[in-house]
């Protein structure tokens, strides 16, 4: 039972390179989201997920899409990089709804 | 968004208890969380209460919340050196598919 896991672990970026930022779960877990942590501003909600096939904005959308074509995995889509989106991005994932959430390690994203 | 506030910083001296303070900004959060950030980790969850509870304890920890003043607060009692790290306390957002609705983190330093 591995929890949540997040690959890549590192990742540098030059600006207008794209990539996705893989998570998965094997928890069989509902709900699923992705944060991204700054100094100074703790982490922020880019994107959640309520269940297989749904998506909806968070608080810091821009910039990012993703998907949930299969229950345990969420992905997180950078289509032209900038040196804003160098950041520290979490995934999170959770059975129901007032359960705590459960945090991968993260992936260390730069973009130059 | 509104914020959940915390102080940015403490420092306790090794034996002593810490108490992290933080208020939050959803009445209607089912639960509170406190979340631990040790350096270059994702976040792992120490403990939760209840919304309908005043104070839950689990071992060194002491959750104390007052729901009319928003006001929640983590005590660690016999403070280590191998507490150090940041705190998170977190709300849960029914409007965001329930995410957590982070503070900025309570950086804790535990000096000898």
């Known amino acids: 039972n591995a929890g949540v896991t997040q690959t890549p672990k590192f990742r540098v970026l030059k600006t207008g390179q794209s990539m996705t930022l893989l998570c998965a779960q094997d928890?069989?877990?509902?709900?699923m989201y992705w944060y991204r942590q700054d100094p100074g501003m703790g982490l922020r909600l880019i994107h959640y997920?309520?269940?297989?096939?749904?998506?909806a904005k968070g608080e810091v959308p821009d910039g990012y899409n993703v998907s949930r074509l299969k229950k345990q995995n969420f992905l997180l889509g950078l289509e032209s990089a900038a040196p804003s989106q160098t950041s520290v991005y979490f995934c999170?994932?959770?059975?129901?709804?007032?359960?705590?959430?459960?945090f991968g390690n993260g992936t260390r994203l730069t973009v130059t | 968004g509104e914020d959940v506030e915390q102080s940015l910083f403490l420092s306790v001296r090794e034996g002593d208890s810490s108490v992290i303070n933080c208020t939050y900004t959803?009445?209607?959060?089912?639960?509170l969380y406190w979340y631990k950030q040790e350096p270059g980790a994702g976040l792992q969850l120490l403990t939760y209460?209840?919304?309908?509870?005043d104070m839950k304890q689990d071992q060194r920890l002491t959750v104390l919340l007052n729901k009319k003043d928003k006001h929640l607060s983590l005590r660690i009692a016999d403070t280590q050196t191998g507490d150090s790290a940041i705190y998170f306390c977190?709300?849960?957002?029914?409007?965001?598919?329930?995410?957590?609705?982070f503070g900025k983190g309570t950086s804790l330093l535990v000096t000898p």
């Open positions: 999170a994932s959770r059975r129901q709804n007032i359960e705590p959430l459960h």
């Open positions: 928890m069989n877990h509902e709900y």
């Open positions: 997920s309520v269940g297989e096939g749904t998506t």
């Open positions: 959803d009445s209607s959060s089912t639960y």
């Open positions: 209460i209840f919304s309908n509870m």
């Open positions: 977190a709300e849960s957002k029914e409007n965001s598919g329930y995410a957590l609705n």
